[in-house]
């Protein structure tokens, strides 16, 4: 279709034009469903829940330090911050389709390879490419296609793709336990691969589409023009003075160069990479810190399960209280639940604890999942998202990177994680206390949404 940079085969345009005008719905529900496939199947695997499993069998299998082993979960993050400003810049020209299922495929080849590895230069030579399109495309490509279809919902249909990513981190490291304690770690890897290479590529090369103007349609579906007779005339002089509580939301589209103008763009960043730190860094030694505590392995992996599914309900609390709080304070208060979470954890030594500051640090988690791609396109746009965000995404994920072997050498010199977490939960509530002064910018060319029932184009 003209004007379309959409990548694809060509006889994808014609079955996706077919299946969008021929569904009752809007098609921005089929992206979302096939993000949220990525979301389940391919994301979870490489993360710091999934790899914090396998940290002590592998470690005890080949005499590796804790340091040397979350080294590979940073430098895969460090790699991510190389490569995220171009995918950035793929995804607004592209879309998410190609990348996604290319990132899911690496993914699984990778979790195969793992399976085989013997030397530790092996182990980083799979995993680091593994976490670097965890932390990149798998981050970038979900949430920017769901946000590039939906602008009224956005909150919501974020918050349901939050719902599978937290389920299947979730679901994942109990998996993972079960395949290690029956199989062993090497068949815990390969059946994982296996798995996200199954379910992980077709969907999302054949359906997924840039934007729903590449189809002809309007975002979330389109808004009836405010001459149309249905609007009232209070309603349309409202509209035009830009006010909120008639239901009319102004779209902002905002260059790259304009956004780093502006004040919110540095301290969401910012806050960004604290609130990351602490969740990377935290969630990948907790099972290890539980065991040390003399919890089994069942149990210690039962908190990383209770971790990863905690963030389901924190992303939805998020998302409804996006229609009482502005974005800013939702995420302080997310912020300050991680901060808790993490100094519980340090402090705590049986499962009941371990269950409750898991859940707490969760939640947290699941709320700063949700509201950060939210705030990058609420305050921002959809037309330099991709952009925006391959230059915001690496913040967030040098955050992670940081967390992980900080607390590794820290445990190292110390035998405990006490420190570690108590010093993350200080950085987190100060990045609570500093997002609160992250007003939405203004200034760039707008576009009004109304809010109306929903209607297909």
Known sequence: MRGSHSLRLPMLPTLRMRLARRLPFYYGWVILAIAATSSYAARPLMSVAVLSVFMVPMTEAFGWSRGLFSGAVSLGGLCGVI??????????????????????????????????????????????????????????????????????????????????????????????????????????????????????????????????????????????????????????????????????????????????????????????????????????????????????GRSAAITASVFAFAQVPGGLLSSALTRRLPVRGILALSGLAVALGAAGTALSSTLVGGTVFSGLLGGGVGGLHLLFPLAWADYYGRQHLGTIRGITLPVQIAGQAVGPITAGFVFDATGSYHVAFVVCACVVTLGSVLVLTAVPPSGAATLPIQEMPFQRR
């Not at 979900?142 to 918050?159: D, K, P």
């Not at 770690?185 to 054949?206: D, E, F, K, M």
């Not at 008639?246 to 990479?273: D, I, K, M, N």
Request: some cysteine; proline content about 5%.
């Open 83 to 296: 490569i995220s400003p171009v995918v950035g810049r793929l995804i607004d020209r592209y879309g998410s389709g190609w990348l996604l299922s290319a990132t899911a495929a690496v993914a699984g080849a990778c979790a195969v390879g793992l399976s085989l590895i013997t030397q530790a230069w092996a182990f980083y030579a799979l995993y680091v490419p593994g976490r670097m399109v965890f932390a990149s495309p798998l981050e970038l490509g979900t949430t920017t296609a769901v946000s590039n279809w939906f602008v009224r919902r956005r909150a919501f249909a974020l918050a349901l793709l939050g719902v599978t990513h937290g389920t299947g981190l979730a679901a994942m490291p109990l998996v993972a336990q079960g395949l290690i304690a029956g199989w062993g770690w090497r068949s815990a890897w390969a059946s994982l691969g296996l798995y996200t290479l199954a379910v992980g590529i077709t969907p999302t090369l054949l359906l997924m589409v840039r934007r729903p103007e590449d189809l002809g349609l309007e975002p979330d579906p389109a808004p009836p023009s405010l001459a149309s007779p249905g609007v009232s005339r209070t309603t349309r002089i409202r509209a035009k003075a830009g006010e909120q509580d008639v239901g009319v939301r102004r779209e902002h589209q905002f260059t790259l160069l304009q956004a780093l103008h502006t004040r919110a763009f540095w301290v969401l960043a910012a806050f960004s990479a604290a609130g990351y730190m602490v969740q990377a860094g935290v969630s990948l030694h907790q099972v290890a810190h539980y065991l040390g505590q003399g919890l089994s």
